[in-house]
Antibody, heavy 124, light 106 residues
Framework: EVQLVESGGGLVQPGGSLRLSCAIS????????MDWFRQAPGKGLEWLGR??????????EYAASVKGRFTVSRDESNNLLFLHMNSLQTEDTAVYYC???????????????WGQGTLVTVSS | DIRMTQSPSTLSASVGDRVTITCWAS??????LAWYQQKPGKAPKVLMY???TLQSGVPSRFSGTTSGTEFTLTISSLQPDDFATYFC?????????FGQGTRLEI
């Protein structure tokens, strides 16, 4: 069974940093691109960044709004995806989700499995 | 960035109704579109990808069509479990972008 479980959210002061984790199980991590999203209270979904699969060299992409502040990384040996967040501001308050893209053979870049989300609150 | 405009923002309907939600892309995205359902406090669930391919396990009352840059999600006969928020998402190019959502309510 495919599972994605985020952790690491919480309360952080403006200007602070936080590292979110996404623990994966039930599939071969290195075969899949993985993305991070967030959803501010009562708002829509915002894409943050991607970690491509091993075949694509684990290369990354970022949204302009977080480029230079957020970094996506992996620990393949422990099946963990990370989102490192720096210089956090109140507008970064949101539920953060990790999501999996399907296997390359599907030839589609939608998101077939999502974690349950972890809440990040940036406030003094 | 590709802008996804979704309509309506709220839709009131009843069990058994046929409903349609529409998404327009600001430029050509071919069929690089997915539809998601989200319930309060839950993660999104993919319903459709490549505009009209039903995700495994999703009931056949859901269908998707495309005409140029206009995409529609149709639910043929609403069931109680279908009352939720629906989003479209384009994956033709970065950044990945979403419609603002349609809240389907009784």
């Amino acid at each position: 069974e495919v599972q994605l479980v985020e952790s690491g959210g919480g309360l952080v002061q403006p200007g602070g940093s936080l590292r979110l984790s996404c623990a994966i199980s039930g599939f071969i991590f290195s075969d899949h691109h993985m993305d991070w999203f967030r959803q501010a209270p009562g708002k829509g979904l915002e894409w943050l960044g991607r970690s491509r699969n091993k075949g694509r060299g684990y290369s990354t992409e970022y949204a302009a709004s977080v480029k230079g502040r957020f970094t996506v990384s992996r620990d393949e040996s422990n099946n963990l995806l990370f989102l490192h967040m720096n210089s956090l501001q109140t507008e970064d308050t949101a539920v953060y989700y990790c999501a999996r893209l399907p296997h390359a053979s599907i030839n589609s870049f939608h998101f077939d499995f999502w974690g349950q989300g972890t809440l990040v609150t940036v406030s003094s | 960035d590709i802008r996804m405009t979704q309509s309506p923002s709220t839709l009131s309907a009843s069990v058994g109704d046929r409903v349609t939600i529409t998404c327009w892309a600001s430029q050509s995205i071919s069929n690089s579109l997915a539809w998601y359902q989200q319930k309060p406090g839950k993660a999104p669930k993919v319903l459709m990808y490549r505009a009209s391919t039903l995700q495994s396990g999703v009931p056949s009352r859901f269908s998707g069509t495309t005409s140029g840059t206009e995409f529609t999600l149709t639910i043929s006969s609403l069931q109680p479990d279908d009352f939720a928020t629906y989003f479209c998402q384009q994956f033709a190019e970065f950044p990945v972008t979403f419609g603002q959502g349609t809240r389907l309510e009784i």
